[in-house]
């Protein structure tokens, strides 16, 4: 997974709450074997739309998504994350985000920032006046940064340090796992499988 | 003394392996039951092959085809790979990969074989007291036998294929109370439809869901699943329920479950998993069964959801904040403010997913149809959850009701619930149907959605129309 440390970039608004990871990425992408190439079915049902928001050219290189509250909720497919990335978006920012996608993201080096409502309005009106307004987030101090000149002081999000120190090395949370594996042994070895998935006769 | 726990605290605290080192720090969290399908494991296993690892514990894993497999009884596999080369390659490496690292699985025209949260809990392998996970969002299903069970991503469906264990931040909790009796006509469906209308889509997010109260202690085994089920749909992490007699009762003799002197243990430990008097949740809500009718949505998420008799929201009515949200599922549902949704013409019924596909889903809906006829305009694809109910459901004769009254008789997979395979809505169809999500595209692309009980979905079918079954009871 790629590093993040800090990322300066317009944004791409898409004010539409509880958007879910169908909506994302339909199902009929979910065919492959493999992470790649999956930026084709990102928002795929309203790409038609010329008016879609990563149909207007001036939107179209935003590496920060400004979505509705509840973004990401719905089917659990990590390929929602993938498509995001692979069309080039490295954070979201949410008043709220799923769960299940919110640790999706964090897996993959794709950063979700919650912020409080008056800041999220703020930035979409920003963002629909003038799209070429950019903000800045530090991910070493969990601080996202408005455009100087909004008279809004640096605003704060919330990282778990687990899942902030692996983006901010580029490195997957798997490793930190793998570090547990003694303990891990040593605790199955006091707590016997309580279940054998072999089959044993037909149900 | 100590504090009193909730069944939630209880299975997590035996599950805990390696506790938070410092504030802020995920637990390791042990698995007991990994269940895989074909669509979100073939790059978990190509991360456990990128590190060299094998698969550590292949009996506590089992996999299944369920997703994108075709459901019509005529196409063959060979066949399939002439129709959906992608999708038939991607059956391919499940069976590759369970082969190559020992996993069991169900495959492709088992025996067993069937939607992954149907198979588990008829072949006895979800019990109490199991942390349970999959690499799909309705594993909260199997918290009906008071399970924490949880969907997970790709990235920790190869966590647990290599260390049967999981980073976990510990969830909050939140009681889900429904007191009193529910009317004929009220099923399961209908009471988790009422707590995800009333909660909200987002309402239970970082909680687990605790079921109580009088009308979900009256459910069958199945009912709890059908409520569990949609756990997810209502933004929880997990819906749980403590297991009782009627869960007892479901798993004694299944293949998996524990037998002679380890069936009387297990249950006997089993019986001290419930919330203890005086535990306290985060949150709670609580509804009143009887107060509660049939009920049905009209947009395009689960929450947008209303009693069959009502009409549907005028987005002028609502606040600033939930306007655009309505207007956009209004516009794309080609509804309008303030009519009825009862009558409401619809094309397609279907009777399915791992929500309502069980054996008394279908029982139920064959009951309603029995020497009646699917109305002439609708097409009725019932598709059981599994090999098992649909040998269940032939040996009593469901499937020639089903047939008799002009529907179709499929075999066991996901099917209409995510129009991953052929089964489709056309753009703009109509669809009442027994899955768990309305979402926009989601039975295929302009396709719309009501989400209903396997009972209104019956009536409806009959009808032509969505109807309110509880005039034909
Ligand atoms: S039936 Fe639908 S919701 Fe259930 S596992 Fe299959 S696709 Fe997912």
């Not at chain 2, 264990?165 to 909790?173: D, V």
């Not at chain 2, 909680?207 to 756990?231: D, K, P, Q, W």
């Not at chain 2, 009762?249 to 524990?258: E, G, I, Q, S």
């Amino acid at each position: 997974m790629e590093q993040f440390a800090q990322l300066t970039s317009t944004l791409a608004p898409l004010p539409i709450q509880d958007i879910d990871t169908d909506q994302i990425i339909p199902a009929r992408y979910l065919k492959i074997t493999s992470r790649e190439g999956l930026a084709e079915g990102l928002f795929s049902n309203w790409n038609d739309d010329p008016n879609f928001v990563l149909n207007v050219e001036h939107y179209k290189a935003a590496k920060i998504l400004l979505a509705g509250n509840n973004f990401g909720c719905g089917s659990s497919r990590e390929h929602a994350p993938w498509a995001l990335l692979d069309h080039g978006f490295r954070a979201v920012i949410s008043t709220r985000f799923a769960d299940i996608f919110r640790g999706n993201s964090l897996k993959n080096g794709l950063l979700p920032v919650t912020v409080d409502q008056p800041t999220w309005h703020w930035l979409l009106e920003a963002c629909e006046r003038d799209p070429s307004t950019e903000v800045s987030i530090d991910l070493e101090t969990c601080t996202l940064q408005l455009p100087e000149g909004s008279g809004i002081a640096p605003v704060g999000f919330e990282v778990d340090p687990l899942a902030k120190s692996c983006m901010l090395r580029g490195t997957d949370q798997f490793g930190y796992l793998l570090e547990h594996l003694p303990q891990i042994k040593a605790w199955v070895a006091e707590h016997p499988a309580p279940v054998d998935t072999r089959p044993i006769k037909s149900a | 003394m100590t504090t009193p726990k909730t069944l939630f605290e209880k299975v997590w605290q035996r599950h805990s392996v390696v506790p938070p080192a410092s504030p802020g720090l995920p637990t390791v969290l042990a698995i007991d039951l990994h269940l895989i399908h074909e669509v979100t494991s073939p790059q978990a296993f190509s991360q456990l092959e990128t590190n060299n690892l094998p698969v550590r514990r292949p009996y506590q894993t089992v996999g299944t085809m369920d997703h994108s497999t075709p459901t019509d009884p005529s196409i063959t596999r060979d066949h399939w790979t002439v129709l959906d080369a992608i999708a038939s390659k991607q059956l391919d490496r499940l069976d590759q990969n369970c082969e190559r690292h020992g996993v069991p699985l169900h495959g492709w025209g088992s025996n067993d074989q069937g939607i992954v949260h149907v198979m588990s809990p008829e072949l006895g392998l979800t019990q109490p007291g199991f942390t349970i996970v999959c690499g799909d969002s309705h594993t909260s299903t199997h918290g009906a036998f008071g399970a924490f069970a949880f969907g997970i991503g790709t990235s920790e469906v190869g966590h647990v294929l290599a260390t049967q264990c999981l980073l976990q931040h510990k969830p909050k909790t939140f009681e889900v109370r429904i007191d009193g009796v529910a009317a004929p006509g009220v099923t399961a469906k209908d009471l988790i439809l009422a707590v995800i209308a009333k909660n909200g889509v987002q309402g239970g997010t970082s909680h687990v869901f605790e079921y109580t109260g009088e009308a979900i202690r009256a459910l069958s085994m199945e009912g709890r699943m059908t409520v569990c089920n949609m756990s997810i749909e209502g933004g929880a992490k997990a819906g749980m329920i403590a297991p009782d007699e009627a869960t007892f009762a479901y798993l004694k003799d299944r293949p998996h479950a524990p037998q002679g002197a380890a069936w009387e243990a297990a249950v006997a430990d089993w019986k001290t998993l419930a919330t203890e008097p005086g535990a306290t949740y985060d949150k709670q809500l609580v509804l009143n069964a009887a107060a509660l009718e049939p009920m049905i949505t009209y947009g395009t998420n689960p929450g947008m959801a209303i009693p069959v008799t009502d009409t549907i929201p005028d987005p002028a009515c609502q606040p600033d904040a939930a306007r655009p949200s309505l207007e956009k599922a209004l516009d794309y549902m080609a509804l309008k403010p303030g009519a009825p949704i009862l009558h409401q013409p619809i094309d397609v019924v279907f009777l399915g997913s791992c929500t309502n596909s069980r054996y008394s889903d279908l029982e139920a809906a064959a009951t309603l149809l029995d020497g009646k006829k699917v109305h002439s305009e609708v097409r009725m694809l019932v598709v059981p959850g599994s090999a098992h109910v649909k040998r269940r459901a032939e040996e009593n004769g469901l499937h020639e009701v089903f047939k008799a009254a002009g529907a179709e008789w499929r075999e066991a997979g996901c099917s209409m619930c995510l129009a991953m395979n052929n089964d489709k809505l056309g753009p703009g169809e109509y669809a009442v149907s027994t899955s768990n999500r309305n979402f926009e595209g989601r039975q295929g692309p302009g396709g719309r959605t009501f989400l209903a009980s396997p009972l209104t979905a019956a009536a409806s079918a009959i009808a032509g129309r969505v109807a309110d079954v509880r005039e034909i009871l």
